[in-house]
């Protein structure tokens, strides 16, 4: 399967960082493009303009949230509709960031795939354990229950993306070994093939400190269809290294 690296900006970037990490990524696209997919998550308030830079480019743009609803009186939200209508083919759910800082449940990251599917965007469903969870051998279970309670029902081939993202491992510098995430993404394999038609064509991505000297050798795991990259995704050269390491 090609493999997919999506770049997660999280809230950085103001108008002129924006454009011009995207125009770099342009660039190296055009100049040597790269054997997998690309996918970039600015902030909301640069989608549209980041959108527009993107437009004829091979890489495609995503949003790192989405309500449930498509629209109503939700002060500070964005709906999927909207980031469709922004040019988004991709809306990341149930980041850790989120489930942690934002109190999100299983049952909302669930309401929020099944929003992003409805408006036609492809959800990239992130699941993950903490240090405790980790340390107590509990990460296959915390990653079961995820899965089995934020999964979209309707999800089927090339419709949904997971992304294993150990929440210890988030900007830290800290990575499991290679076998610790070839484990967690053999069980989730595992886990899709009980729960949708076509488990071999849903991307499985890893996530958590990925940078231009780890990617290759993570990107070689088996079952790891992909990189979820938060920081190095802000510096164009890592986040290209990590682009062909996906080659
Ligand atoms: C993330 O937040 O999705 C992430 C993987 O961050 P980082 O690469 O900075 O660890």
Request: charged content about 30%; hydrophobic content about 30%; aromatic content about 0%.
């Given at each position: 399967m090609?493999?997919?690296i999506a770049g997660n900006w999280k809230m950085?970037?103001?108008?002129?960082?924006?454009?011009a990490l995207a125009r770099d990524l342009v660039s190296r696209a055009a100049k040597s493009p790269p054997s997998c997919d690309l996918l970039v998550c600015p902030p909301a308030?640069?989608?549209a303009e980041i959108g527009s830079l993107l437009a004829g480019s091979r890489i495609a743009l995503g949003g790192q949230d989405c309500h449930a609803e498509p629209k109503g009186a939700h002060t500070g939200d964005v709906?999927?509709?909207m980031l469709k209508d922004a040019g988004c083919a991709y809306v990341i759910v149930g980041h850790?960031?989120?489930r942690q800082?934002?109190?999100e449940s299983d049952a909302t990251v669930r309401a929020k795939a099944t929003a992003g599917l409805g408006a036609g965007l492809i959800p990239i469903v992130c699941v993950g354990e903490t240090a405790a969870q980790r340390d107590a051998k509990q990460h296959l279970s915390v990653c079961g229950g995820q899965i089995a309670g934020s999964l979209p029902e309707i999800a089927g081939a090339g419709q949904l993306v997971v992304a294993y993202e150990p929440v210890w491992a988030i900007g830290t510098?800290?990575?499991p070994t290679t076998t610790d995430?070839?484990?967690v993404h053999a069980f989730i394999r595992a886990e899709l093939k009980k729960r949708v038609a076509n488990p071999d064509a849903v991307r499985i991505l890893y996530g958590g400190s990925v940078n231009a000297k780890n990617a290759a050798e993570i990107l070689g795991v088996a079952n790891v269809d992909g990189a979820l990259v938060g920081g190095a995704s802000l510096d164009g050269a890592s986040f290209w290294t990590i682009a062909q390491a996906a080659g």
């Open positions: 090609r493999k997919l950085n970037g103001l108008r002129a960082d924006g454009a308030t640069l989608l709906s999927a509709p850790s960031e989120r800082n934002h109190h510098g800290r990575t995430i070839a484990e």
